[in-house]
Each structure stands twice: as C-alpha cells, then as structure tokens.
C-alpha cells in the first residue's frame, strides 16, 4: 500500500496536508515505528500533489497497511431491532458536547428511546450519556428543555472546540457545536491588538477563542443569562485567557460601560440581534467590523437586512461598507442562517481598515 512518512514531529501538519489534498485513505490504519508515522494515502500519480508532500517533510513509500474494521453507525445496529418504516424516522446526526449526545427521537418512536439510544452508545463509545430533545430552543436565554434517557445521568458537559475547553450544564446555557467553523472564520479575523465586543457571550466560546488566538487582544463579553455567565468565569480560568472581561447583564444597558471601546463587534443572536444596532454603533470605536447574525429567508438572505442596516446606520451619521458575508448553516425549510458583515465610521471617517488608527495605540 502506499502511505506517506513522515517524522513524528510533522505528523499533525501532514495528517492536516493530507485531509486538505483528500489523499488520507481513512479506511486504513496510520501506523507508527520507532523513526516515522505512516499515513496511508489513496493512489497518487499527480506530480504536483507529491512535491506538496515532500515539501510538507513527506516521503512516499510503499508499506503494508492493516484495513481498519467497518464502523456502525447507530441506524445501522438499530436495523437489527426495528422495521424499516421506524429506521426512516430516525434522525441519522445527533448533538455531540463532550460525552453527552442530545437527540431528537420522533414522538412515534418514543417508546423505543432507549434502545435508540444504547445504539447511540453503542457506535460511540465515547458517549456516555443521551438527552432527548424536549421542545425548541426558546425564551430569552435561548434553552432547550433536555430530557434523560439512557447511560450516566450527567447534564454538565466538558466539551473541546478550536483548541479550548467549555464546561457548561446543557440544560441551563446555550452552546451550538455547529457554529464551530463559524468561529473560526471569526478567529481568523481578529488583527493584532483588536479590541472586541462579544455581546450575548453565554458560557464564553467567541470570546475565550478569540482570546486564546489573541493573547494582546482586549475582549469584553456580555451574557445576561447568570447560569451561562458563571460557567463563562469558570472557563476563562479553564482556559488561562487573561484578557476577557466577562459582564453579566443586559446588553441594552452593559454596552453603556464600553463606549467607543470596540474595533470589533460580534453579535451571535440570530433571532434578535437586528434589535440591537444602536448598541453596536454606541460601542463601536471610530470605525468597527461587525458580525451580525441573523436568520433570514433562504431565497435572498442578504438584501433585507442590508437594507434595515443602510437604514439605521446613515440615520444616525453613520457610513456603512459590507463585506462578503456568509450563510452559516441551514435554519429550517425556507429560512438559514447568516452572518451580515460591515464596517461601520462615523461619516467623514474612512472606513478602509477598520480600527487601523486605533491598533497603533491600542493595549492599554
Ligand atoms: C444564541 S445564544 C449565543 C451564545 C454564545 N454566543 C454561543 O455562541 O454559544 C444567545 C445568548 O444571548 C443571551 N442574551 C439574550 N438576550 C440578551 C441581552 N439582552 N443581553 C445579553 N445577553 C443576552 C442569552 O442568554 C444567550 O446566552
């Protein structure tokens, strides 16, 4: 078989090389001797993707892999036990934070929410514990209602995101691990020295990601949910980041405090977030990016609310300039979820590097 070796020590950079290229034949096992790791790799005639390789500090050999056993998905233990009418109910993902897994179990299926949910268990052993879904995620904390049905009755998860670590009750805080690329898009972002305003923060993964990627980088976070704020103090100890000053309060009367302080402002409230837009201007430096996130219709996601944004920002002496902007993730049948990205000055400023003045004498 074909694999690429590589030291021990450039291992994690070609395994991510590899993912990147689509090479990495999963099928295999990687395999490791006193010297090297192997990585089997599908077959490779392309030049041009074997000097990437070299570059990466790889080398091609051809080596006996072991074929690693065929894995089973939870539908798939559950097509021994259930119709086939049953199995198309069954939602073939589930929430994964830490070792818990939150499903949502169809109420003709409830009656066999456990074995659905020792399959779970079953073909993940990391899972330990499975809460059903038991209404939408709602009110103004934006929780969801969990209910126990199989393993260790444990509602606190320990869960890793982008190189950091949230301990949270999952029943009492929101946390979506699907906005996990988001972050790191926003992460990406972040310049040097930026000051950031993370409103409606919960337990801390905007706020503590950028901070860990920044440690020069100022980060206020707002959260008024007291459960979510108290786990977003313990994982900033969690995580060691010394520059995120948790708030735990409104922020409609919070931004108060940061006036002017903001070369970056992330606004992660898609349902309600377009409400807050003269707090964004009341915290934004002279020039400030903006994420805000928003649901919107899945036909033209980004007009309306650039409109509403055009609208408010030039009423109150503001110069906005959008940038690309993305969908984050599918909502419901019509509606997805976006981030709408801009850059706010005061009219008579430019707005071509936003915060640039500001990161010269920022630090303080
Ligand atoms: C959709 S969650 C996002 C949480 C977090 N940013 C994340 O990505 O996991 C919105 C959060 O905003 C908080 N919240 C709602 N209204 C707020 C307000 N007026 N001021 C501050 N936080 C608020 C909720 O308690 C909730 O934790």
Avoid: W
Avoid at 109 to 130: C, F, G, H, Q, Y
Avoid at 236 to 243: A, C, D, F, P
């Amino acid at each position: 078989m074909t694999c690429v070796r590589t030291l021990p020590s450039d291992a994690e950079r070609m395994k991510n090389t590899l993912l990147r290229l689509m090479l990495l034949d999963r099928r295999r096992a990687v395999q490791h001797s006193n010297s090297y790791v192997y990585f089997p790799i599908l077959s490779i005639s392309n030049a041009k993707l074997k000097r990437v390789i070299e570059r990466a500090g790889g080398r091609i050999v051809q080596r006996a892999t072991p074929v690693l056993p065929d894995k089973l998905a939870h539908t798939d233990l559950l097509a021994r036990v259930m119709t086939r009418a049953e199995l198309a109910l069954i939602p073939r993902g589930f929430d994964l934070l830490g070792s818990i897994a939150i499903v949502e179990i169809p109420r003709e299926l409830e009656p066999r929410s456990s074995d659905i949910a020792e399959a779970v268990m079953e073909a993940n052993p990391r899972i330990k514990t499975v809460l059903a879904k038991a209404g939408a995620v709602s009110g103004v904390y934006r929780t969801r209602k969990l209910e126990f049905v199989a393993g260790k009755r444990d509602y606190i998860a320990v869960h890793r995101e982008n190189g950091c670590t949230f301990r949270f009750d999952v029943r009492k805080a929101f946390f979506s691990a699907r906005l996990a690329h988001e972050r790191s898009v926003i992460v990406s972002q972040v310049r040097p020295r930026e000051r950031v305003m993370v409103m409606f923060a919960g337990v801390g993964p905007f706020a503590i990601e950028i901070a860990k990627a920044h440690p020069d980088a100022k980060v206020v976070a707002i959260e008024l949910n007291p459960d979510a704020h108290s786990y977003m103090l313990d994982n900033i100890e969690l995580n060691r980041v010394g520059n995120v000053k948790a708030v735990l309060g409104d922020v409609k009367t919070a931004a108060k405090d940061f006036s002017g302080f903001a070369d970056r402002i992330v606004m992660p409230m898609p349902k309600t977030s377009a409400e807050f837009l003269d707090e964004a201007l009341l915290v934004a430096s002279r020039t400030a990016v903006v994420h805000m996130y928003a649901f919107s219709s899945a036909d033209k996601p980004f007009e309306a609310l650039r409109d509403s944004i055009i609208r408010h920002s030039s009423r109150r002496g503001y110069s906005v300039r959008f940038l690309p902007g993305r969908i984050v993730r599918p909502y419901s049948a019509s509606e997805v979820e976006v981030v709408v990205e801009y850059v706010i000055s005061k009219r008579g400023i430019h707005a071509g590097v936003a915060g640039q003045k500001r990161h010269a004498t920022a630090g303080s």
